[in-house]
Nanobody
Framework: QVELVESGGGLVQPGGSLRLSCTSSRSISVIFTMGWYRQAPGKQRELVARFTGGSTNYADSVQVRFTISRDNAKNTVYLHLNSLNPEAPAVYSC???????????WGQGTQVTVAS
């Protein structure tokens, strides 16, 4: 069983940037899929970006501004949020699945708020 811990959220000025980190308790080099989702109040949780099977996938709404990266030695996946616009606070959650037959594992989540 893997545990995921997110960090890096908080309050940021409009136009600013944040880097979110998700650290796994186990090696991420063999994990089938690992990435980020977000959920704003009153809305469904949505995919932001993820690594799956050696490829990288982004939601259409964020692929220009956000970048996902990884450091296998640190068992960490990052999400770089750039050019942030004011919006309702959202919780960004890390997600992983060891292989296609396993259940999904979620981190606790880290909140991002963009405001002046």
């Amino acid at each position: 069983q893997v545990e995921l811990v997110e960090s890096g959220g908080g309050l940021v000025q409009p136009g600013g940037s944040l880097r979110l980190s998700c650290t796994s308790s186990r090696s991420i080099s063999v994990i089938f899929t690992m990435g980020w989702y977000r959920q704003a109040p009153g809305k469904q949780r949505e995919l932001v970006a993820r690594f799956t099977g050696g490829s990288t996938n982004y939601a259409d709404s964020v692929q220009v501004r956000f970048t996902i990266s990884r450091d296998n030695a640190k068992n960490t996946v990052y999400l770089h949020l750039n050019s942030l616009n004011p919006e309702a606070p959202a919780v960004y959650s890390c997600h992983a699945r060891r292989d296609p037959s396993d259940v999904s594992v979620w981190g606790q989540g880290t909140q991002v708020t963009v405001a002046s």
